[in-house]
Antibody, heavy 120, light 112 residues
């Protein structure tokens, strides 16, 4: 079965750094794109960007470019989303999702989400 | 960015009755490769979204056939032929034709 297992909830202070993870299993991780989606509780979905696991090619939403970094470690089939300096407005649930051409580039499998709380 | 506008924002429907959600994009979603990358997702409370429909009308694996998608260009529709209790939640359209990908604001389906 295709699974995306995300790291656990995080509570951080403004200005701190953070890296959350998304480990793929049950499929050839290196042959697919992994995307990240933000959801502020009670609000809608914001697409942040995606990375091709095979060669780390990355496409960012300009709204998030420079605010976050998306990366991948092929050896562990894990994608990452990281911040160098968190703000309170980064508080949200972050989902990873697999994208593939044959599903119309749609996010076909999703992780369970990683809640991030940024508060002083 | 492409703006995706869904209507209605809230839809109370009786069990067994049909439901319909519309999604309109600010630009055509026809890709240069001829495909239209419009999908529909469903999110139940406390759960991640799940894919229902991709490329306008293709049902994803395991999705019941009471869900159907249609449309072209800038206007798209998701229909549920007979609403069941498990269908409650928020439905989102999403376009993956143009970067950045964008979602509609969501339509909340509730049981009347």
């Amino acid at each position: 079965d295709v699974q995306l297992a995300q790291s656990g909830a995080e509570v951080k202070k403004p200005g701190e750094s953070l890296r959350i993870s998304c480990k793929g299993s049950g499929y050839n991780f290196n042959s697919y794109w992994i995307g990240w989606v933000r959801q502020v509780p009670g609000k809608g979905l914001d697409w942040m960007g995606l990375i091709y696991a095979g060669d780390s090619q990355t496409r960012y939403n300009p709204s998030f470019q420079g605010q976050v970094t998306i990366s991948v470690d092929k050896s562990t089939s894990t994608a990452f989303l990281q911040w160098s300096s968190l703000k309170a407005s980064d508080s949200a649930i972050y989902y990873c999702a697999r994208h593939k051409y044959s599903s119309g580039w749609s996010p076909d499998y999703w992780g369970q989400g990683t809640p991030v709380i940024v508060s002083s | 960015d492409i703006v995706m506008t869904q209507t209605p924002l809230s839809s109370p429907v009786a069990l067994g009755q049909p439901a319909s959600i519309s999604c309109r994009s600010s630009q055509s979603l026809v890709h240069s490769d001829g495909n239209t990358y419009l999908s529909w997702l469903h999110q139940r409370p406390g759960q991640p979204p799940r894919l229902l429909i991709y490329k306008i009308s293709s049902r994803f694996s395991g999705v019941p056939d009471r869900f159907s998608g249609s449309g072209a260009g800038t206007d798209f529709t998701l229909k549920i032929s007979r609403v069941e209790g498990e269908d409650v939640g928020v439905y989102y359209c999403m376009q993956a034709t143009h970067f950045p990908y964008t979602f509609g604001q969501g339509t909340s389906l509730e049981i009347k």
